[in-house]
């Protein structure tokens, strides 16, 4: 098992930036793979990006180019930086570990992009 403790989240205005952090209770080198999901209000929860343990990058077609995931080993942390942010990518954002076909979710922090 693994506990995961996601911060970062917030208000911001369009444009702007955020990075959310996602801590990892064990070795992040001992997980299959780590990720970036999210949903808003009304909405199914959708990917937003993965990394594995190989460091394969995956990301969701609404983010790319705007968003990129990132780990500090040591820290046993995976970040998402999100850039341009819109009000589109109101949500609520949480980290998910995967451990063979065991995934694991974090409680969630809310995003709001608004004027």
């Known amino acids: 098992q693994v506990q995961l403790v996601e911060s970062g989240g917030g208000l911001v205005q369009p444009g702007g930036s955020l990075r959310l952090s996602c801590a990892a209770s064990?070795?992040?080198?001992?997980?299959?793979?780590m990720g970036w999901y999210r949903q808003a209000p009304g909405k199914q929860r959708e990917l937003v990006a993965t990394?594995?343990?190989?460091?394969?990058?995956n990301y969701g077609d609404s983010v790319k180019g705007r968003f990129t995931i990132s780990r500090d080993n040591a820290k046993n942390t995976v970040f998402l930086q999100m850039n341009s942010l819109n009000p589109e990518d109101t949500a609520v954002y949480y980290c998910?570990?995967?451990?063979?076909?065991?995934?694991?979710w974090g409680q969630g922090t809310p995003v709001t992009v608004s004027s």
């Open positions: 990394i594995t343990s190989g460091g394969t990058l």
């Open positions: 998910k570990a995967l451990i063979g076909l065991s995934g694991y």
């Open positions: 064990r070795s992040i080198f001992s997980l299959d793979a």
